[in-house]
Structures are given as C-alpha cells and as structure tokens.
C-alpha cells in the first residue's frame, strides 16, 4: 500500500473514499489497498457501513462462482491482509482492528470521527431535500459541496459481486438526482445561462433522461434561444422513438409546447 502524497491537511480518524478510485486516508496520509480481493473485501464492507456482512455474502462478492474450495480460508487471510494494511495507517487505533468478526461474518468497526464519502453524500442529500425550498441558496451551496465529493462512480475490479455493483448503480442514480435538484434550485433563482453548459453536457451524457432534457429547454428557452430548445427536443423524441420504441412523456411533451407558445409558466417563478 503505497502512500499518495496530497494537500489537506487536516484528518478526522479515518477517511474511507469509494466515489472513485477505493482509498483509505488518515493522519494525512492517502493510501490505496492493494490486491483485488482487498479491494473487494474493503468495498463491501464500506458499502454496508458497519453492518455485520455473512461470510457467504461476502465470498460470493470476492470470488462469485469461481469460489476456491477452501474459500472460507481464503476469505480469513484476505481479512487479515487487510487488518495489517489498515493497521500501518492507523497503529494507534485505540478501538483495535476496524475489521471485526461479528457472528458467522465481518464487519467495520468505525469510529464517531471516521467518515466514508458516500455516505457523507448520501446522508447530505436526504437532509438537503429536507429544507431546499425554503433555502435555495444554501441549498445550492451544500448540494456543489457535496458533489465535490464525487472523483467517479465506484471502479476497478472490485465492483465485481451484485453488492457492490448495486451499490454504484445507487449511488450514480442518486449523483444524477443530486444535479437534478441542483439544477431546479438554480432555474427557479434566474440562473439559466449560469447552469446552461452543465445541464447540456449532463443531457448530452444521459440522452435519454428527460428531466435533463426539460432543464435544459427551459434553460435555453430562457436564454433566448427558442429554436435550439425546440430542436432538441425533436431530437431526443426522434431517439426515444428510435432506441425505446416510445415518445416523449407527458410532461416532456407539455414543456415542449408551453416553449412553442411562449407559455408564461416558463418564465421564473418564485
């Protein structure tokens, strides 16, 4: 596990970031777990954030049908590989191991201070769409702040097992709803022409997610650019058509014809 020098210099605990390459940071020091089976061990463990994981579960993640006949073996040694590599990070753990049996399967003892970033992420945005009407700005604010946090949605040989790829496809769906709301927030303060560049790359990227598309037309349509709104639309429902063998939905279909009609409801409303 080699250390990866990097700038921040303060450090709670323990930081464990999934949201793009696995690594394990503490004491500012930024290190990445070697080995694919650790890899794949670490994750799903993390995923579970210190719920108890069967030692099926998560042999069935490391290894899938190629299981070894002495896979249970395996597995221990994988777990002892990775105490050892946690352990040079954090020598002084007073808790001891972060890798804890629990019953017939492991799992992370995690410290009040230690942090894992999807979780971060995932426990800012539901508090985030708890009071984001009443204020958007700070709202904005947080939702950036937390965005920040993603160098990429889980990678590598480790998302393997059907855990840890739920997991990514969780935790991308929620990414994409955190821009969405971002997105709303800044179209109902007026600022079309600030979001106009990330909305159209966001659509050009997700091509059939329509919410995207609609932001993206009103953006344009705001911005007093009508015909491109209305072509993109035509386009996107030439692809639905095309790919899925279906239109447009209803409120896509609404949002198209209220830019054709100039439709005051377009115009921002606070």
């Known amino acids: 596990m080699d250390p990866i020098p990097i700038s921040r210099q303060e450090w ?13 940071s503490a004491h500012g020091r930024r290190s990445r777990i070697s080995g694919r089976c650790q890899e794949a061990l670490l994750l799903t463990l993390l995923i579970n954030e210190g719920t108890a994981v069967a030692a099926g579960t998560l042999i069935e993640e490391l290894w899938g049908p190629q299981a070894p006949r002495n896979a249970r073996n395996a597995l221990q040694a994988h777990v002892s590989r990775l105490r050892r ?50 204020r958007r700005d700070e709202a904005v604010a947080r939702l950036r702040e937390l965005l920040s946090l993603w160098c990429g949605p889980l990678s590598g040989a480790a998302v393997e097992g059907a855990m840890c790829r739920a997991a990514a496809a969780h935790y991308e769906e929620s990414r994409l709803d955190a821009l969405e709301l971002l997105f709303d927030l800044e179209l109902v303060e007026n600022r079309h022409e600030a979001i106009l ?10 091509p059939l997610r329509e919410r995207f598309c609609e932001q993206l037309m009103i953006a344009l349509y705001r911005s007093g650019r009508q015909v491109e ?7 996107l429902r030439r692809r639905l058509t ?28 606070r």
Request: proline letters at 5%; one cysteine or more; hydrophobic letters at 40%.
């Open 229 to 235: 709104a209305l072509d993109y639309y035509h386009r």
């Open 85 to 134: 590599e946690l352990h040079r990070l954090e020598p002084d753990r007073p808790e001891g191991s972060i890798v804890a049996r629990h019953g017939g399967g492991y799992r992370l003892k995690l410290a009040p201070a230690d942090e894992i970033d999807a979780t971060v992420f995932m426990t800012g945005l539901r508090d985030v769409r708890s009071w984001c009407h009443s």
């Open 12 to 24: 709670i605990a323990m930081h464990f970031s999934v949201l793009g390459s696995l690594a394990v």
């Open 197 to 206: 560049s990330e909305v159209r790359e966001l659509a050009a990227m997700h």
């Open 242 to 269: 095309g790919e899925l063998g279906t239109g447009p939905s209803a409120t896509l279909r609404r949002t198209a014809e209220a830019v054709l009609s100039h439709s005051p409801l377009l115009t921002v409303q």
